[in-house]
């Protein structure tokens, strides 16, 4: 598709009919009874050195994202159909996620990946072993959990791992050591993580790069 | 082009929706309406459900919104924050009952400007229904950078995935949007 063809569609599209806003369409919005399905859902936060860690949990992890505004978090959890309600941690969340950034054990605390499909949920047993301070590639992972061709869906099920940081997505590069995507924020994001974690990332034209 | 709100001027209304004011509520989010509401429509199965969607997004905005600390509120860009809830609350619509393709819902000249020609309202109804045709995650990343004006890096923000994924998904589905249109087309269409 040439640039000009770019610019065509880019200007039809962009001309596409915003439908009418009625009068009263924030009114009859603000009426509705907001119910969420699923009940509270309490969230903690961590201040890591990388940004702050939210964490959604009731008896497991069900949600985290390192970065951000609490707001944008809370609106994921009302997304996923419930109330959230800012709490402490229990102390077993708190004592696994100590344990996890000091690098002394793997994320010991159950994550709900019930809603996620099979073969995310192999990506991510595989991906929550590996220890701080070493990386895998995708395709390593994707071999280990014996599906040798499915590099590139190693990558799709880890950029949508819902509990980044505790499951660490961030340890998984492209097998030429380029960092590759992060869905926290971008491979810069990934490259701080990384960096705390005690890894050699450096800048090259190809991006950030594992020396 | 929708006109927004001044930084400053929205950081003043989002202290008055905090207190529980739908008025102030209604003047923060009105400037984007007609965006939120074209996208809504196009991304949702149907016409209605994106209705229904966008009004639900606003319902627990208004909610969200009065129980931020004034910190979190100032750092709040509510633009991308409503285009971000109702790409998920799509989603999630989306897992609870089967996505069944429909035909165009906005009628033909529901708001016909005396300048478009019939050419170009017709070519118009093609790149809708052409969009249709994406997966609803192309249609969404296509509308928020064409339609909406966000670069792919924000766009990833919206849709949570990463850039690299946003673009190829706006550039292969736009490649197939331009395939289903004439080949002569010009800018701005036939004028």
């Not at chain 1, 996890?100 to 929550?128: I, N």
């Not at chain 2, 989002?14 to 991304?43: C, I, K, M, N």
Request: hydrophobic residues 45%; contains cysteine; aromatic residues 6%.
């Amino acid at each position: 598709m040439s640039g000009s063809d770019t610019d065509v569609l880019h200007a039809l599209i962009g001309a596409l009919e915003a439908p009418s806003v009625k009068a009263d369409f924030v009114g009859r919005a603000l009426e509705r009874p907001f119910k969420p399905a699923g009940g509270r859902l309490r969230y903690a936060e961590f201040l890591l050195p990388v940004g702050t860690l939210f964490v959604a949990f009731d008896d497991a992890v069900l949600l985290s994202q390192v970065g951000g505004h609490g707001i944008n978090f809370e609106g994921r959890i009302l997304d996923m159909g419930y109330q959230p309600s800012r709490a402490d941690a229990p102390a077993a969340l708190r004592t696994a996620i100590d344990a996890l950034v000091e690098g002394r054990s793997r994320f010991d605390y159950p994550v709900d990946t019930g809603r996620l499909g099979k073969f995310q949920r192999r990506v991510l047993d595989a991906t929550r072993a590996i220890p701080r301070g070493q990386v895998r590639s995708y395709s390593a992972v994707a071999v280990q959990i014996g599906a040798p061709a499915a590099a590139r869906a190693v990558g799709t099920a880890l950029a949508r791992n819902p509990v980044p940081i505790l499951i660490p997505c961030h340890r998984v590069v492209r097998t030429d050591r380029v960092l590759g995507e992060y869905s926290g924020g971008g491979s810069e994001v990934k490259a701080r993580i990384l960096r705390w974690e005690g890894i050699d990332v450096r800048v090259q034209r190809a991006g950030f790069v594992i020396a | 082009m929708v006109v927004t709100a001044t930084a400053a001027g929205e950081e003043t209304l989002l202290e008055q929706v905090a207190s529980g004011d739908r008025e102030a509520f209604g003047t923060l989010v009105r400037p984007h309406l007609s965006g939120l509401l074209a996208f809504a429509v196009r991304v949702a199965p149907d016409h209605a459900a994106g209705e229904d969607a966008l009004q639900d997004v606003l319902s627990q905005a208004f909610q969200t919104l009065q129980r931020k600390p004034a910190d979190q509120l100032s750092q709040l860009d509510i633009r991308p924050w409503l285009f971000r809830s109702v790409i998920n609350r799509l989603r999630r619509m989306g897992r609870q009952r089967r996505e069944v393709p429909v035909g165009l819902s906005l009628e033909a000249g529901h708001s016909p400007d005396a300048e478009e020609t019939a050419g170009r309202r017709a070519l118009l109804s093609v790149v809708d229904a052409e969009l249709r045709k994406l997966p609803r995650d192309w249609r969404a990343a296509i509308l928020l950078r064409h339609h909406a004006g966000y670069p792919p890096e924000e766009i990833a923000q919206i849709l949570d995935r990463p850039s690299g994924t946003i673009k190829a998904w706006i550039h292969r589905g736009t490649r197939r949007v331009r395939a289903a249109l004439p080949d002569d087309i010009v800018e701005g269409g036939y004028q």
